[in-house]
């Protein structure tokens, strides 16, 4: 061979050589959100250089894609009446700043939210669909005061992100179906729906009346659930429902009136919340329990939660709502809220649910407590404040995706983790500098080893 072609050969295998290195070199985006104040666009693009050779031990994370657990469907938050009154006081340019910021793909980018039937605690004041005592037939439903607050704050939602999933559950059925007459509860033990089967067969028909009048609406119901804390007897609407008796209203008189009239959405058990009572214990040794399409579960200890995959381990259950804490909306709060998600996620749920979105200038529910919201309007001076939860909620969103499945991911330390991995093979990676100073990562995967510098007090996506 002549020498000019072995020169030739050697420069091309030095250029394979490097493009095979170049190939198999991730690349890597670094973003982070700082969680001292709240901000209408807090993602930040963090610039990697001059970082740490030596990684403390306690900062390594390792990942392993390749062993793949539960399909992510979404994150996001609650539609409620108040927070749907505090938006709508905005001019309509406002309005949709808000909701672009909170469900635009290129924002925030909530993919996945609750909606109350009927009042809940974050209701103006108690209601249902069905005034009318002793409408069996449910001749007299109606969604009507919905269409004032509830509806067009769902509705500009959708018209952001048409593909959100929508679940919702009621806080108490109509008053004159339960025992004591009223939707509040009255701290009495007969804070229950009544068991007649004619009251069970109108509940079911209200169900039904209720999916079916929220689709003329253009608003697509994903999914139900039961009853909003099953053990709750509380001032505002609630209602008692054991979980056994739930998988008996489902069995018996809510999956066919489902099936009778079409009805796609899903049915699910709960919302339960195993903080107090043994509710998701019940469920699992209900009869029937099966026909259900899984469980939607909040306030919880995620140990029971993993009692319950190894019980049933096909078992489906999803997050339902986040601490509300107690209206302070302070940075500490926010600080946990990665830790709170994680746990769950890592357990094996598909969503986590934020609970209020927005709230008004008082920051209370229609029955004078108050609770944290990723933003606060005020009604009267118009001025929008974004908390330090809406920063956590956003990084969250913004990289963990419908069909997402989790993957495989350990750690020395002790901060918040979780890691996806996307359809196109995408792998993203969120976790936590609980420290005020800046702090270097190290990124395990197979041979490849990221080094990111993380910003204090900061929550980080790694996108590989």
């Known amino acids: 061979m002549k020498k000019g072609n072995i020169k030739n050969l050697l420069i091309l295998s030095s250029l394979m050589l490097c493009f095979t290195a170049f190939a198999q070199t991730p690349q890597v985006k670094v973003y982070a959100v700082k969680l001292d104040e709240g901000e209408a666009n807090p993602l930040i693009e963090v610039k990697q250089e001059n970082v740490e050779d030596k990684i403390g031990w306690k900062n390594l994370i390792y990942l392993q ?18 927070g749907g009154e505090a938006l709508l006081s905005l001019s309509e340019e406002k309005q949709q700043e808000v909701m672009e910021n909170m469900f635009s793909g290129d924002k925030a980018g909530f993919t996945f939210c609750r909606t109350a039937i009927g009042a809940s605690d974050f209701g103006i004041d108690a209601y249902s669909y069905s005034e009318v005592a002793g409408d069996y037939k449910m001749k007299q439903f109606s ?4 269409k004032k607050y509830v509806l067009p704050y769902i509705k500009s939602a959708f018209a952001i992100n048409p593909n959100l999933t929508l679940f919702g559950s ?11 007459g009223y939707m509040v509860g009255l701290k009495e033990p007969n804070n229950n729906l009544k ?12 169900f039904v009346k209720y999916v079916e009048a929220y689709e003329k609406e253009g608003v697509k119901v994903d999914r139900i659930c039961i009853q909003n804390e099953n053990d709750a007897n509380t001032k505002y609407p609630s209602c008692t429902f054991p979980a056994k008796d739930m998988v008996n209203f489902a069995n018996t008189y809510l999956i066919p009136a489902f099936e009778k009239n079409k009805i796609e959405a899903g ?11 043994m509710d998701l214990m019940d469920f699992m040794t209900a009869d029937g329990k099966e026909n259900l399409e899984g469980v939607g579960m909040q306030y919880t200890d995620t140990r029971f939660l993993g009692d319950a995959r190894a019980m049933m381990p096909n078992l489906k259950f999803f997050h339902t709502e986040g601490h509300c804490y107690n209206g302070k909306n302070s940075v500490e709060q926010a600080e946990d809220r990665l ?8 357990a094996g749920s598909t969503t986590f649910t934020y609970w209020n ?3 008004n200038e008082t920051t209370e529910s229609g029955w004078n407590w108050t609770q944290n919201s990723l933003i606060n309007i005020d009604r009267k001076s118009g001025e929008i404040i974004y908390n330090p939860d809406y920063n956590a909620m956003y990084i969250i969103s913004k990289f963990v995706k419908p069909g997402d499945v989790r993957i495989a991911c350990v750690q020395r330390g ?13 792998i993203k990676v969120l976790f936590q500098n609980t420290n005020a100073n800046e702090k270097s990562f190290e990124v395990v995967m197979g041979d490849q080893n990221i080094k990111v510098k993380a910003p204090g007090k900061s929550i980080i996506a790694i996108v590989l």
């Open 65 to 82: 894609p390749e062993v793949t657990f539960q399909t992510i469907e979404g994150i996001g938050g609650a539609f409620n009446e108040i």
């Open 143 to 146: 969604i009507e005061r919905d």
């Open 170 to 180: 009621p806080w108490s059925p109509p008053g004159w179906m339960k025992e004591s």
């Open 195 to 206: 068991q007649d089967p004619k009251t069970l067969q109108a509940y079911a028909k209200y």
């Open 267 to 277: 049915i699910y058990a709960g919302t339960f919340r195993a903080a107090e009572k």
């Open 339 to 346: 830790e709170e998600i994680a746990g769950y996620i890592n």
């Open 357 to 359: 979105m927005i709230l």
């Open 414 to 426: 002790k901060e918040p983790l979780i890691a996806v991995k996307s359809p196109d093979g995408q």
